[in-house]
């Protein structure tokens, strides 16, 4: 399965962007879909999360402003991310971890997302 990540920006701090992470299978068949960023210098870290099941989980830093969804249909996960701060700045990948796998085994080119003060 191949992951496409697309929909980064440049954008003022307090607008909004939406990412989105079309796979070219069914993303239903991963036990979860993810957003992870990586800042310049920073390690690359977990954004959020949505289970087969539908179970989300968010970084506290983005919980509030940022929402997870996923369309079985299209195989398309999506990152609405609102009152974007300047360090939201990274290069979002999204990345896919399947049934048998505790890791994230499958990743997209990443986008990046440039917030402005």
């Known amino acids: 399965v191949q992951l496409q990540a697309y929909g980064g920006g440049l954008v003022q701090a307090g607008g909004s962007l939406r990412l989105s992470c079309a796979a070219s299978?069914?993303?239903?068949?991963?036990?979860?879909m993810g957003w992870l960023r990586q800042a310049p210098g920073k390690q690359r870290e977990l954004v959020a999360h949505i289970t087969r099941g539908g179970n989300i989980n968010y970084q506290d830093s983005v919980k509030g402003r940022f929402t997870i969804s996923r369309d079985n249909a299209k195989n398309t996960v999506y990152l609405q991310m609102n009152s974007l701060k300047p360090a939201d700045t990274a290069v979002y990948y999204c990345?896919?971890?399947?049934?048998?796998?505790?890791?994230?085994?499958?990743w997209g080119q990443g986008t990046l997302v440039t917030v402005s003060s």
């Open positions: 299978g069914s993303i239903f068949s991963f036990n979860a």
């Open positions: 990345a896919a971890r399947p049934l048998v796998s505790s890791t994230w085994d499958y």
